[in-house]
Structure formats: structure tokens, C-alpha cells
């Protein structure tokens, strides 16, 4: 089966760096797109970034952007998303995703999901 596993959570002083790992096995994922999300207490989950396993083409959400890169190392099976310049609302949970379609919006519709790993930041 198609397993997602995050790692690399932790707590951080505001504009401070983390950076997330997602090992991937079960299957080649070189025609998967692959997304971080993020889930706060009592807010909806919401997309953070994506990119496609073999073309590399990422995307990321406004929020975001300019601050988190999103990548990923063939030979490890893993993908990692670097986040620098943390703010006390990027604290959340953050999820690894995965999809093997590409017929919907690069933000929807994934299959596969890790158990979450936890990011807070402090003021």
C-alpha cells in the first residue's frame, strides 16, 4: 500500500526555519503530485504546496510563497518542504498528500494521506 510518513515537526521561535520530510513507499510515485497541507485548531485544512514527482513543477499558496520551498530527492523516495521565516500562524499540523490524477486543480483531491506531524511557532 501507498504509505506517507511526515517527520521533522517541532517548535520554533518566529522567523526561525523547519523543515519537513515526507518518506513515500508502496509504489513508484513518478506520475504522482505530491502536497504539503496544513491544518490549524479549528480552521479548515488548507493547502500549502505541491509539486509534480517527475517534471518538478511546484505550487504554492500565497501564504506561503517566498518562504516554504517544496522539493524532492528521487533516490530517497522523499519529499521535503524547508520552511524559513516562520510566523506564529504557520502553526499547524502539516500533512503529506498524494494524488495520481491530474485531471483536478492542483490543491484538490488526494488520495493518500500521512498521519501529520506537528509545527508550532511562538511569538
Known amino acids: 500500500q501507498v504509505q506517507l510518513v511526515e517527520s521533522g515537526g517541532g517548535l520554533v521561535q518566529a522567523g526561525g526555519s523547519l523543515k519537513l520530510s515526507c518518506a513515500t513507499s508502496?509504489?513508484?510515485?513518478?506520475?504522482?503530485?505530491m502536497g504539503w497541507f496544513r491544518q490549524a485548531p479549528g480552521k479548515e485544512r488548507e493547502f500549502a504546496a505541491a509539486?509534480?514527482?517527475?517534471?518538478?513543477?511546484?505550487y504554492y499558496a500565497a501564504s506561503v510563497k517566498g518562504r516554504f520551498t517544496i522539493s524532492r530527492d528521487n533516490a530517497e523516495n522523499t519529499m521535503y518542504l524547508q520552511m524559513n521565516n516562520l510566523k506564529p500562524e504557520d502553526t499547524a499540523v502539516y500533512y503529506c498528500?498524494?494524488?495520481?490524477?491530474?485531471?483536478?486543480?492542483?490543491?484538490?483531491?488526494?488520495?493518500?494521506w500521512g498521519q501529520g506531524t506537528q509545527v508550532t511557532v511562538s511569538s
Open positions: 498528500a498524494a494524488r495520481f490524477h491530474s485531471y483536478w486543480r492542483y490543491d484538490q483531491k488526494y488520495d493518500y
Open positions: 509539486i509534480a514527482w517527475s517534471e518538478g513543477v511546484t
Open positions: 508502496g509504489r513508484s510515485f513518478s506520475g504522482a503530485l
